[in-house]
């Protein structure tokens, strides 16, 4: 079965410093990865997705992960923080064996300071 | 281009009442997916639906919830009897197709359910 972790439920960057959030994956089968982003009070947003390629993939509004099989990680990163970032962060993995649901990690709350 | 719209953005409801949640996918999409969000918690899968059919029903509890995707109207979550557990946000999404093949799901802004 799919499964995701994230570590670290808080992080909090300066503005402009480099934005790392960490993600682990489980998966029996080659995954598709996704990162998806929630404003407060609002839905999930597709920031970037993981399905065949290019290990590194570049999403919207700078962000870029990159899907290590090795280590079983897909870290979403950003070289440079901004106060609109603040949100929350949730990685996932499809559940492409059992009709294609998206399983999500945790979340991580990202706080910019000024 | 409507997004995924879901109704009613709030709702309050006392214990053993109902509360109906609606959600109507993307135009073209015929896949639904629920999600409940507890505080502090990540989202959980629920139950996954096309038209008229549930493919995936095991992320629901056992009792007092169901959930339907009629062929004519919105995706309907239904939970029976609630308890203050249930207070939490619900959240749908859609796809064009399975999304194991298409690899993207587009959320709805969510139902926020109070229980007292």
């Known amino acids: 079965a799919q499964s995701v972790t994230q570590l670290g439920s808080h992080v909090s960057v300066s503005e402009g410093a480099l934005v790392l959030l960490r993600c682990n994956y489980s998966s029996s089968v080659p995954p598709y990865l996704f990162w998806y982003v929630q404003y407060p009070n609002q839905g999930l947003q597709l920031l970037l997705k993981?399905?065949?390629?290019?290990?590194l993939v570049k999403g919207i509004n700078g962000f870029e992960a990159e899907f290590k099989k090795s280590e079983t990680s897909f870290h979403l990163t950003k070289p440079s923080a901004h106060m609109s970032d603040a949100a929350e962060y949730f990685c996932a993995v499809s559940d492409r064996g059992q009709g294609g649901k998206l399983i999500f990690g945790q979340g991580t709350e990202l706080s910019v300071k000024p | 281009n409507a997004g995924v719209m879901q109704n009613p953005r709030h709702l309050v409801r006392r214990r053993g009442q109902e509360a109906r949640l609606r959600c109507s996918p993307m135009?073209?999409?015929?896949?639904v997916y629920w999600y409940r969000q507890l505080p502090e918690e990540g989202l959980k899968f629920m139950v996954y639906?096309?038209?008229?059919?549930?493919?995936?029903e095991s992320g629901m509890p056992k009792e007092r919830f169901s959930a339907e995707f009629p062929k004519e109207g919105p995706s309907i979550l239904r939970i029976q009897q609630v308890v203050r557990g249930d207070s939490a946000a619900y959240f749908c999404?859609?796809?064009?197709?399975?999304?194991?093949?298409?690899?993207?799901?587009?959320f709805g802004e969510g139902s926020r359910l109070t229980v007292l």
């Open positions: 993981y399905t065949t390629g290019a290990t």
């Open positions: 135009k073209g999409h015929s896949h």
């Open positions: 999404a859609s796809s064009l197709g399975p999304s194991a093949n298409t690899g993207e799901l587009f």
């Open positions: 639906l096309q038209k008229e059919n549930i493919i995936d």
